[in-house]
Structures are given as structure tokens and as C-alpha cells.
């Protein structure tokens, strides 16, 4: 490993670094509550900093879990890239790179210093090295398949080490699938011909050599260790110590802790009416909530819309057959567990006469176990559960993800290459594509009950308005992009679409040869494509309203050669050197491979290979990269997107034949629920409810802040005395029926630091305030109320809870959390996961997310990216078309067109989901001429660098959205 250059780390003068080496910094000092710092002093602390930071040498990548990198540099690290408030912030739980220079808003950039850039570069890099760091480490720990191939990922196979393993057996097509004999039956199975040409129903033939990995009814696999899944049981010592017996799967009340903790507070109870706003949708109506100034409620549906395609516990939208209590059942009083009285579930306004069907099991024999290296491993969690859907990226809630759901997906009979949409009921003539609306369920097509009167797609369950308008934008997507292949075929009939034919490689076809079906699946390929890329470079970058994180992502997607951006290629340039130098070791290149592909970015990975053959196996599959787990969703990925705090309980309904800027109703979401979402569609038309969702913002992903309707839903499918559930209680019933650790354990697993006490959720900036500011009263009532909920036990120090981590001084952690022993404590190690993430007030600038979400995300977002040989090295013509590339790659037809300056400091492409709704949706455009990210409100003006301000642009300074 060299020495780094120094000139290379810090694009500092040198001069001025070698005298700062000099200079004694007072920040250093230990009493850092003092005023603040002069600027000049600051900047030359932080000088100092870096030279020792760069003396102390490159931190090297754990080798074991204990040792991991918890987001938290060392302290010269610190001072370097943030200066004195970010020494002070590394004693919080919480990860350093948010108190990093440029992380935030302009006031995140230092003042009075003789450069502001210098520091700027330091912190942003510096933030983008953390999250490397994180990834590589989420891979090298966090890997837990349990469908089983565990046992070889940690004993390896013939010699060969389990992260760099790439086949499995439990990854072959069993003899019942009907394509068992053509993937090679009882011998070495390969995809091949028809099955390798698009996305298959099922998710088959994916990866090619795996043709099972991904598919429909897998089961989810986990990011923690199996053993520390299922706390309530105790499986182990550590767990047992952990809870000490406290945990049930009501235990504490999930109803109690919905209305407790939850609960969104109204100021004017009768005009929101529960969430049903007020009769004839008037404007009246008010429902309170918690809002982002900088996501809007098309941004909460996306992720719904996203969810349908990722995963899903439920069959046909049922669970089992048998049924469960769900709490409103007792309280804690002093700690003792007391049942509630009827005045209590009065006050609380809970049932305790609701039930649910319990989750459906996969697995529940006992685990085997194995042993290696005398540590004794369960093969598998104690449950597991099946993914019913694909868990590739691959628009299988459009598209279908088995026998049944495909009967849903109506194709145009006029053009079978187009997906089937039709004229609003008594509407004018209008243009086939932007003018169609998706189809109503009809007799004779498989459906629940619950489902009747909807538009029929793939995937109905739980549909709301957003997914009836994301679901028909993408059915007009779908067509968008035939009719545009289509225009071509007319004018270049004969010239090479691109598109091959791996069971007969050398026949180009031309564009008159591309049959329906063939121009069907490549324009399946091009849409799921499109909305991976949405998802990762609009979407994400909204949620993480920062710009570490729109480097990072777009380094994900462009790679830094696309981007060619220096902060990013920096950072991950100084990881490989120095700490991966010319190895040759194979597990050590798997582990370093998330790195390397931070180059040439993770789109498109292998695509290029020389002497690329479609038929070969390792051409084709070249790019994947699985890191020795095959892929599935983890369950912990599925908890943090329990976000149903995002969804208001009115939406402020807007029409573009009047004013944008007016309200002129105010819409229940309760009435744009399964059914009811079709008829609001209907009534209402894709502009206006596009127009309607995009200027909205959503809901805060906090406490207090689930909508009441929710609280309180009817579902009709239940077969239960009330039919109703409080579904913020049930998120949490749920994750504990699929054993996800608590909150604590759950970020010790994930490499974050632990809390040790409700104390540490508040927000470190807020506790600077008087006691009775107003957002400390409110994180403070918080605290109380986690207290009541949860409780407080007498702790014993001679009691191990976890081997995750340990102490800073290396000795284990235990039940005093670094209190005394003997004393009183909180059972912070109890609170449920959706609880905790939504409790954490200290969050980097812009998140809409908190950090322990966001630790989940690292992981698996990249993973469905590395592990998808649509995304990495069958991106080619062969598969898509000429024209798909190109699409996928320009955001549409033609060239790629530019956003109007650089918001942000960015010279950027106009984003591909503005593109899609100008070219669908074309009543939107003016609408949208002003908007750069359209999950941006709408109307909000997106002022300097990275701003959280709920400010109008211009021309809608009448929107009452706005009034204070
Ligand atoms: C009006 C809006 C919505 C309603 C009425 C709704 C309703 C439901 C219901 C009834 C369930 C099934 C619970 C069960 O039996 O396990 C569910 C599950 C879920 N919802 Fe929502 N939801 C809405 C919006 C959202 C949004 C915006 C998200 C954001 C990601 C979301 C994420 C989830 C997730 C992750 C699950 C668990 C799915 C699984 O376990 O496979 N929902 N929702």
C-alpha cells in the first residue's frame, strides 16, 4: 500500500498545510461547548486535522463485525471535514458525514475562511467515502440467504471461498417447473433461447446459470444474523439478555403504541372528521399533518407503485387463514404489564375486538445448524417467508408475476405489442396514447372481491389513487415507446433493429421482422429500465436532498466515467488503492467489486465485453454480481418501507382548466381507496390528478404523523367481527410475526452505533435550546411517551446482549449499556424498528428517510442493481432494440435533452420521470417547464444550493398551499 499524496487528498496548498502542522489548534480541546470558534483559527484546526489525518493513515475495512466502521471517523477525520461542531457531534449515536462542510444547505459551507471550496471538497468526499465504506462493509457482513445457501457462504465450496461462490444448486429449477428439461434438466442447468430474451414471467433465467435466484416464491432473505431474527423467542443466550422476557408478539400493545406514539394530532377535528374530510369534498375540510417541504405525494405513491413490483408477503391479497388479536389488549403501569379498562381503550380510542390473518409462514421446522471454525451457525432463520412476487426490478406489478396476475395485463388486440388502453367512458376523440385510461376489471378476470371496480393490472392490492395514475403513466409509457418503434419500422423498414434471436444469433432482425411479442418484451425491458433509472436519479436524490447523495447516486447509475465527477472518483479511487492495492485474492476482489464498479458505474456493467456473444452464458451473465448470496429482499427491507406515514388524509385536488395555483377541493384519501380510486381517476383525469400530487407535499416520516383513517381502516376482505384495522399498529405486528430485531440491535447489525437511552433520540441542536422551545417540548413529550410506552427496567452489567458490537474499550456490551449497574434503564433495546426509525429526529440535511432506513437502502438498493443481468451486461440492443438503448439512456426519444441551468451546481439531463409525464401526459408541460425534479413540489421554488424552504416560485404566489 503507498503512502497518499497529500497534494492528491486535500487540493490544499501545501505551504499552508505545513505550517498549520505547527499550530496547536484550542479546537481540540476538550470543553467544546464553548462559542464559537474564530473562523481563521477553525480553518487552520482544520489543516492540522487533515495532515494528521492523513499521518494517521487510510482506516482499513473491518475484518471482523465487531470492529465495524459505525459511521463514525476518527477525530482528526472529523475536524477535517467539518470542523469543530462535527468533534462535538461524534458523541452522539449518530453518523458524523451530516456535520461534514457542504453536506447541507449553504449554511452547511464554513464562513470567513479563506476558502470555502477546500473545505466544501473535503466534507463532500469525505461523506462519500463513509458511505463506500458502509457499502463494502453491509456487504462483507450483512449477507444472510435463506433459501439455503448459508452454509457454503460460510464454509465455502471445493476450495472456493463463500463470497466469491456464483452458482448454487438450491438456485436450479426443480423437476415440477415446466422449464426444468429446457434449462438442461438433472445436469448443469443454463438458461438459454426463448428463456434469455427479456424478463420472464416468473423472474426465471434472470441470472442465467441460477435460473431459480429472484424468482416467484423465494423466500426473503435477511441482513441480520439468524440468530439474533425472532427476539421474542430468545434463541440464544445474548437475546434472552437483550429482552429479558419482555417481548410478545402484543407485548408491549401494538394498538397502544399506534395511539400513543403515532397518532396524528389534529387542531381541527370536526372539518377533518377522522380523514373523510367534509361532504362534497369542500375546501374546508383540514387534516393536519407533518410535511416535507421538499417531497411531494406523488413521490409516496412512487414508492407504493415500487413496493408492488419489489415484494409481497400476501397471496392474492390474503394472508393465512387463521386469525389474531391485535392488541388494545394492556398497558404497562410501573412497568408491570396491566389489561387495559374500558376507559382506557375510551381514552385511547383503540378495538380490542379487531383481528387479522396471520402472515403466511414459508418455513417453520427447526433450522439446521453447522458448524465452522467451532462457532456453531443456524442454516436458515427460525421462519421464513415467500416473496409471491419477483423480486427483480422488472415491472411485474404492470407485467405480471404469475399464471393468474397475467391474466390481468390486457394487451391492445389492434397492436398486441401495446398494452390495452382505452378513451375515458363518453369522452371526446383523443389520442390514443395520452388519452387512454387502463381497463376496469371485468367479469371472468381472476380477482378478490375487494378488487371490483378497479382498473385491472397485475398487482390491484391496497390501490389507491397514486397507483392508478403511476400504473396508467406507464402503460402510456409502454405504448409511447411502440408507436415510436413503430414510426420507425415505417421509415426504415428494413434496417437492423438491434434486436437478436439467441437460439438462431446470426439473423438480423430488421425492423419489419420484430413480431408483437418480441417488441412487447423489449418495450417491458425499456419501461423497467426507465423506472429503475427514475427511481435511482430522481427519486432518491429527492428523499436524500443532499449533495453527497446526488453524487452517489448518480455515480451509481452513470458511474464516475458517465458523470465524471472528481469528488466521487476521489473518494473511491483512495478506497481501492489503499486498501485494496494489486490483490489478487477472489473473495477479497468480490468484496472490492462494489468499489471497481463505482467506475464505470452499476448500469450497463459488463455490457462492453469484448468478443460479447448472446449466446453464451458468460457474456450475458458477465456483469452480475451476487457477492456470494444469491438475491432476494431481506425482511428488514421490507420494514423500512412501512411508510405509511407519508400519505395525507386529504388531497388538495387541483384542475388545469381553472387556476393550478387554486385548491377547488379537498379529496379523502379513504375515497380514492381499491374502487374508489378508478372512479376519482375517472372523474378527475391524469393531468389534473398529476398536477394535484405533484404540487402536495407528503407526509414526515415521524412520529405522530400516521393518518387516522389508517388507524381505523375497513377492509373488506377481512373476515372479522370489526373489518377494521389500525394498520400503523399492524406494521408493527407484522415485522415482529417476520422476526425482525428491535431498533437497537437491528442498527447494531447494520453497523450503526446504538442508542443507550431515549434520552439520545433527540436531536443533538435541538437540546441546545431552552426547555421550552417548542421543538424541544415536542421531542421531549416524545421521549416521555417512548418511556411510558416501552418502560424501564433495573439493569445487570454481568448480562451479555449482543455480539454485533462491543464497547469502545472492546469489552461486550451489556444490559446497562454503559450505565451503572444495578441502576434504572430504559428497555431502549425493546422499541420496534418502525418505531425507532420514525422517532429519529437527527437526520442528515434533507433525508426524508432517517440514517437506520437509509443503512438498509446502502445495501440493498445497490444489490438489485449488481445482481440483475438486465441492468448490467444485458443492456444491449440484442435485448432491447437500438431505439430501447437509446431510450433508456436519453430519457426517451431522440437526443438527450438538458435542464435549463444548473440547479445545484449541476449541468444535468432533464430527469427521466419529468420526461415521461411531458410525453404522456402533455397538458402538464407548462406546468412542468418549471419544474427540475418532479418529485420536488411543484410549485415550490428551489432557491440556493440544496434549500428545505417552502417558498412558491413566482407565478404561484396565490397557491394557498403556501400561506403560512
Ligand atoms: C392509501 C394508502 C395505503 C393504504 C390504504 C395501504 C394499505 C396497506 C395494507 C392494507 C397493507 C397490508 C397489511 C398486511 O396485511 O400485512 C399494506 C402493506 C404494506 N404497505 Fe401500504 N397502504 C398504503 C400506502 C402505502 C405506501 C405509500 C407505502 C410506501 C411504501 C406502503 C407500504 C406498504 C408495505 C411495505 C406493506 C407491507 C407489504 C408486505 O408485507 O408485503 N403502503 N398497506
Redesign the pocket.
Known sequence: MGKPKLRDTLRLPLALVALSLFFVPSTFAQDTTTAKPDPKKEEAAALVACAKAVLAGFRPIAPTRDVRFEGKVSEANAVCRGGEKTLQFRLTPWVDWQQYWGTGDMSSLPSGFLSTKGPEFRGVTGALTDLEFQRIELIKFNLFDNSGTYQDYIAGRNGVGGPALKVWPQMRLPASDPNYKAVGGDGAQVCTGDLVRGRTLTGICNDVVNPLMGSTGMPFARNVEFETAFPDRGANVLTQNRHGGRLGLLTPDPQVISRVLLTRAQSTPDTCNGGFGLPNNSVAANCDYQKAPFFNVLA??W??FM?HDW????EDGH?ATVYIDVGCKTKLVNNVEVPLTPEDVKELGCRPGDQ?DKTLVDQDSAPNTFTVGGKVYMARAAETFSNNNTAWWDGSQMYGFDDESVKRVKRDPADPAKLLLQPLPGAAQSDPVTGGYLPVLQPGDPFEPQWAGQESVAFPD?W?IGLSFLHTLFAREHNSFVTEFRKQAALTPTADSGLRDPSDPTRVIRYDNVTPDELFAAARLVVSAEIAKIHTTEWTPQLLYDEPLYKGMNANWNGLLGSGDPDVSKALSDIITKNFGKSKDVAKSTQWYSVFSSGPGIFGLGSNAPHYDITKADSINGGVNHFGSPFNFPEEF?SV????P??PDLIEFRDLSKDPNQIVSKVA?INT?EGKATDAMHDGGMANWGLSLGRQRLGLLTLHNHPQF?QN?T?PRLDSATKQID?AA?DII?DREHGVPRFNEFRRQYGLRQLTSYDDFMDPAVRALPADAPARVQQQQAIDQLRQVYGTHVCDASKVITDAQVNEDKTPINDCLGHPNGSVVDNIEDVDTVVGYLAEFTRPHGFAISETQFVVFILNASRRLFSDRFFTSSFRPEFYTKMGVDWVTNNGPGPAMMEQGAPNGHVQPVLPLKRVLMRNIPELQPELSHVVNAFDPWARDRGQYYTLDWTPRPDAASDPAFKK
Request: aromatic share 14%; no cysteine; glycine share 0%.
Open positions: 409516496a405513491y414508492i407504493q413496493t415484494f409481497s408477503h400476501m394472508n387479522v391496497n389507491t421490507v418501507y412501512r411508510l405509511h407519508l400519505v384519501v381507496f389508517m381502516i377492509l394498520l399492524l407484522r
